[in-house]
């Protein structure tokens, strides 16, 4: 669950909105109203947190926020 919160804080951080608001089958851009340059700048603050590399071919999958979970426990 350390993971998920971090995942979570992130996304919180780059959108401007609570943790709380986010659940793990919320979509970037339909359900949390990000876009394609905050989508970015998650993708760059998840690389930062968790010491990995996410190529384009895997950023352009990360629609949920399971699916940034998922990507960063690997």
Same mark, same amino acid.
């Given at each position: 669950? @350390?993971?998920?919160?971090?995942?979570?804080?992130?996304?919180?951080?780059?959108?401007?909105?609570?943790?709380?608001?986010?659940?793990?089958?919320? %979509?970037?851009?339909? %359900?949390?109203?990000?876009?394609?340059?905050?989508?970015? @700048?998650?993708?760059?603050?998840?690389?930062?947190?968790?010491?990995?590399?996410?190529? %384009?071919?895997?950023? @352009?999958?990360?629609?949920?926020?399971? %699916?940034?979970?998922?990507?960063?426990?690997?």
């Amino acid at each position: 669950m @350390e993971t998920e919160k971090k995942v979570k804080d992130i996304i919180a951080n780059v959108l401007g909105i609570a943790p709380e608001e986010i659940n793990m089958n919320a %979509d970037w851009y339909y %359900d949390l109203g990000g876009d394609s340059l905050a989508h970015v @700048e998650a993708v760059i603050e998840m690389e930062n947190e968790f010491d990995i590399s996410i190529t %384009d071919e895997q950023s @352009e999958k990360l629609r949920k926020v399971s %699916d940034f979970v998922e990507l960063v426990s690997k």
